[in-house]
């Protein structure tokens, strides 16, 4: 078996999945570009079948990558693999990546098909795929409910008919490591042909055990790529997470024997951008990019680590990505040093124009901020594409005032499709006050589901991100912004959100493995 673990990831696709993590095709474009600063070995763009943006967006990915292989994913039928094909055209290189289910929960009560023409389903697309490309991969959703007799029978023939690629999918993720671990091993053993395709793992996190059953996949079972999002974003409670997996094998590379190809300082950028475009802000204990994740209160640890560093911390910061916060620009910067930090910072913009855009957005918030440290900078970019985005509203001025024993008033400028609208209401705070302006005059019906504040550096000063998650006739949506002032960017993310929901949408689900 090979000594390297391919790297496989899913946020665009399986990521997009979690309510309200819907991204633009800017959006995924620049995560696409990340991934391949992080050196992920595949990166799947999507599922090209879903919609005609979907389809877009794995073309513009397949024809920006270089590095990385880029994957379309596409259900067991012509269509869908023609679709993925076609997406891929033009890529330096491309895997189609098709599913069919094969348990019999899933096959009776979802499919309404029969054991014998799921196989015969699958046979044909792996055959049908081959058309288009060599590198195939072929999952059977629910794989780790499947009848193993079954399963062997199904992944014999798609390894016959060409599959390079066979991913056993805990699609709900029902496993446990041990016993996951050893489903592969068994299959592996007993499929005469297993030896001619790689073997994946695809593993959820609804009994928090994603990662942990990625492993045992990975040295129990024998699977040589694991499949894996940023922040672990994905369906339900969530994918694998690649930060945590990629440097368990670094770490212990005593234990698994691995190397992985993935540059682990572009982490951190990663998780950020993941972040900051989806509104799914990481949790301060998060494992490897949570703001706790190399922070040492108790006196014990701090005198350990200042001894001897490895005494309390087994990776270190800067190896993911981390770093002291850096002042790096002030209010007298000029444009030059704006434009060779963003560079610095692997931000690209797609025009001069939106560089003098930015400078100007920087400007003002160094009026306002006397340090400006990278996270601001990212959050400037971030939050403005996503306040600004291709919608009819964005956001000019606000004025509230609020003050003990009387209710809170607003006053917000807007402008809808270019025309400047003024709004003003009460509420119970200055942000349902705010919220309740911009909605006397939008009048959405949509439904708050989140509002959340995080603080993007330390201090008071620090601009505060604001994610506001909306539902409406079921669609969600999140929208973010960040200004210094949380009611202004409260503000910023509301319109961000509506933009967000009244952008059209004909995306069909994936019914993802």
Not at 12 to 40: C, F, N, W, Y
Not at 188 to 196: A, Q, Y
Not at 466 to 488: C, E, K
Request: net charge negative.
């Amino acid at each position: 078996m090979s000594d390297k673990l391919i790297v496989f990831d899913t946020t665009l696709r399986d990521g997009e999945q979690s309510p309200g993590a819907s991204m633009t095709h800017e959006e995924k474009v620049r995560i696409a570009k990340q991934l391949e600063k992080l050196r992920v070995d595949i990166i799947e763009a999507g599922f090209a079948a879903a919609s005609n943006g979907d389809f877009d967006s794995v073309r513009a990915i397949a024809l920006a990558i270089k590095d990385s292989t880029v994957c379309s994913l596409a259900r067991a039928n012509d269509r869908d693999i023609a679709r993925a094909g076609d997406a891929l055209r033009g890529a330096n290189s491309a895997r189609i990546h098709t599913f069919i289910a094969t348990s019999a929960l899933h096959m009776e009560k979802k499919l309404r098909m029969t054991p014998d023409q799921v196989f015969e389903q699958a046979r044909l697309a792996v055959r049908f795929a081959r058309q288009y490309t060599d590198n195939i991969e072929f999952s059977p959703e629910d794989g780790s409910r499947s009848d193993p007799d079954f399963l062997c029978r199904v992944l014999e023939a798609v390894i016959a008919e060409g599959a390079t690629t066979i991913n056993v999918a805990d699609t709900v993720g029902y496993a446990v490591p041990e016993q996951y671990g050893e489903f592969i091993r068994k299959l592996r053993e007993r499929i005469p042909n297993s030896d001619k395709a790689v073997w994946s793992v695809h593993c959820h996190d609804d009994l928090g055990l994603a990662v942990a059953n990625s492993l045992a996949g990975i040295k129990i079972g024998g699977a040589r790529q694991v499949e894996c999002t940023i922040n672990a974003l994905g369906e339900r409670a969530g994918n694998c997470s690649l930060e945590e997996v990629v440097m368990a094998v670094k770490t212990r590379k005593d234990y698994f024997g691995l190397d992985v190809g993935i540059d682990t300082t572009q982490i951190m950028p990663a998780s950020r951008l993941v972040s900051g475009i989806t509104g799914f802000v990481v949790q301060p204990n998060k494992a490897i990019v949570g703001a706790n994740a190399f922070a040492h209160a108790s006196g014990i640890h701090q005198d350990g680590v200042l001894k001897a560093r490895q005494t309390y911390e087994i990776m270190r910061a800067e190896d993911v990505g981390w770093a002291a916060n850096k002042i790096v620009l002030g209010k007298l910067s000029g444009r030059n040093a704006f434009k060779q930090r963003l560079q610095e910072l692997g931000i690209e913009l797609d025009s001069e124009q939106a560089v003098n855009e930015a400078f100007a957005r920087f400007k003002d918030l160094a009026d306002r901020k006397s340090e400006i440290f990278d996270e601001d900078i990212h959050a400037l970019v971030s939050g403005e594409q996503g306040e600004a985005g291709e919608g009819a509203y964005r956001f000019v001025a606000l004025a509230q005032r609020s003050e003990t024993g009387e209710r809170p008033h607003a006053r917000v400028v807007f402008s809808e499709n270019g025309k400047e609208v003024v709004a003003e209401a009460q509420g119970n705070g200055p942000v349902d006050a705010t919220v309740n302006a911009i909605e006397s005059h939008v009048r959405s019906s949509a439904e708050l589901l989140l509002f959340s504040v995080n603080a993007i550096t330390t201090g008071t000063e620090s601009q505060g991100e604001v994610t506001m998650r909306l539902s409406r006739s079921g669609r969600i949506v999140n929208g973010v912004g960040a200004d210094p002032d949380i009611v202004v960017a409260a503000a910023k993310a509301y319109l961000s959100a509506l933009n967000k929901l009244q952008s059209p949408v004909e995306k069909v689900h994936a019914q993802g493995i």
